[in-house]
């Protein structure tokens, strides 16, 4: 009930005004459904304006699915307070740069898809170098642009139902009053823990004491995280707005906590770097039994949905035409995606190198909307350094490494259903993971929420996760995460307590 005060105010005020003017009364600017609401339960109906969007309690249906518990459940919060899919997958993307930082952070970026109804978008917002060309003093650690707010907003902006704010909420909550670490991110501190501690600031939010030895220990699963200075960062966001990132304090601040790290970032990168709203690739795919089916993925410069495309036409295997991709982009060669999925591969092998990691995000709402993103901060822990006060693990510079696939895609039966959405995050296979979920849902989607569970986790560069619907219907859908960390839930109206 954190507005109901100001709302009172705010009608009040309203009400005298528009009484000169010959109105009744502020009630006029409530939907509907929320007078509805506000008859059954007194009071527990709150309004952020009366003239942007509105943010209710009446609960919206759905179904989220992430790489990290916690993050899913931020998604699912939003869906009980009114939000919708996109909704859903901001806030667990925004939580998971929290939760996760290891393979999401406001210093990355990533891709998204968007279905609704027979309209669908792409939303690209990928790390992007930052950095003017030095030869002679070349930064120690080339940072990227941070674009994950900056393509979040867009896309929120585009197609949410509540204020944006809304959907910051929990990502500021999770880093000042702490969260339980993961399996997946304890790991990923152990595995990187002697390079990461090398920085004071890492250390600091991520280290536990020392032992015997002197050597600093990482945060073990279970262990509570706090992260203030994160905390502090997104609360101005949540206040002020992206803008403020882009082009106010908070980005000189930014700015110049890159540049203390070694990241060489330049302060005009961060106001013309824009990410883009652009139609994905469509692709008719081989028909199974009773069923003709399309495919919807992440278009270039993203490749890893249309090598999975590849593989679904049974044209060759998906990681050798994400290769072949990069191969021929790099040599001035490119084709476009219809050519290109349409193309036999040449027998002759391409392969990819070591790939970053990279996490996901799944949503699905009770009016069909859904939505799959692929994050990645370059690097595991990006360049492993922390971007001053900000506290954002500062994402590295795809102009250092190579990008990561972001595996993404959507297959629908002819008649729209059966169908499934779906992500792979294992790096070079993540490709190869993604057709082989879509794949194995089309030949047999009715079965699809038995047969796609798995009575044990796969190996990582194996696992996905996805929403495989038998029908339009939200009932008939099930959610599957098989990420280490992974948790796939399901909000019901009638689960929703104010």
Known sequence: ?????????????????????????????????????????????????????????????????????????????????????????????????????SRASFGGGGACLVGKG?????????????????????????????????????????????????????????????IRVSRQLADDLEAVKTPLFADAGMREVFGKGTNEKGEVQSLKVGDTLIQRQLGGFLEQIEKQGIGDLYGGSLGDSYVEGVNKAGGGLVRESLRSSLPTETKPVEVELPGTEGHAWRGIFLPPPVDGG????????????????????????????????????????????????????????????????????????????????????????????PESRPA???????????????QAVATATGQTAAASALADHLAGFMAHPVESSVKVKATKLPPPEEAGNGIFCGSSE?????????????????????????
């Open 306 to 397: 249309m090598a999975a495309a590849v593989a679904l036409k049974k044209e060759g295997p998906a990681e050798q035409a994400a290769a072949l991709w990069r191969y021929l982009d790099e040599n001035g060669q490119p084709l476009s995606p219809k050519d290109f999925m349409n193309t036999p591969l040449s027998s002759e092998r391409f392969s990819l190198p070591s790939l970053p990691a990279s996490s996901s995000i799944l949503a699905r709402d009770e009016k069909g909307m859904q939505v799959a993103c692929v994050l990645s901060a370059g690097n595991l822990f990006g360049t492993g350094r922390m971007s001053g006060r900000s506290g954002v693990v500062i994402g590295t510079s």
């Open 118 to 178: 027979k309209e669908f978008n792409a939303f690209l917002f990928l790390p992007k170098g930052g950095g003017e060309e030095n030869t002679q003093n070349p930064p120690e650690r080339p940072a990227s642009v941070p674009m994950l707010a900056r393509g979040l907003y867009l896309m929120q902006d585009r197609f949410g139902e509540v204020v944006f704010s809304d959907d910051v909420i929990a990502a500021r909550r999770f880093a000042q009053r702490g």
């Open 474 to 498: 939200l009932a008939d859908c099930t959610g599957v995460a098989e990420n280490v960390s992974g948790l796939a839930i399901r909000q019901r109206s009638r689960e929703f307590k104010h």
């Open 404 to 418: 990561p696939l972001y595996a993404a895609g959507m297959v629908f039966s002819d008649q729209g259903n059966p």
């Open 1 to 101: 009930m954190k507005f109901s005060f100001s709302l009172l105010k705010s009608c009040s005020l309203s009400f005298l005004i528009l009484g000169f003017l010959g109105a009744t009364s502020c009630s006029r600017f409530v939907p509907t459904e929320v007078k509805k609401q506000e008859a059954k339960q007194p009071g527990q109906n709150v309004l952020h304006s009366l003239f942007g969007k509105t943010t209710s309690t009446l609960p919206v249906e759905g179904i989220v699915v992430a790489d990290e518990p916690q993050a899913s459940i931020a998604g699912r919060d939003v869906l009980a307070r009114g939000g919708n899919a996109v909704d859903a997958a901001v806030a667990s993307s925004m939580a998971m740069a929290v939760t996760l930082p």
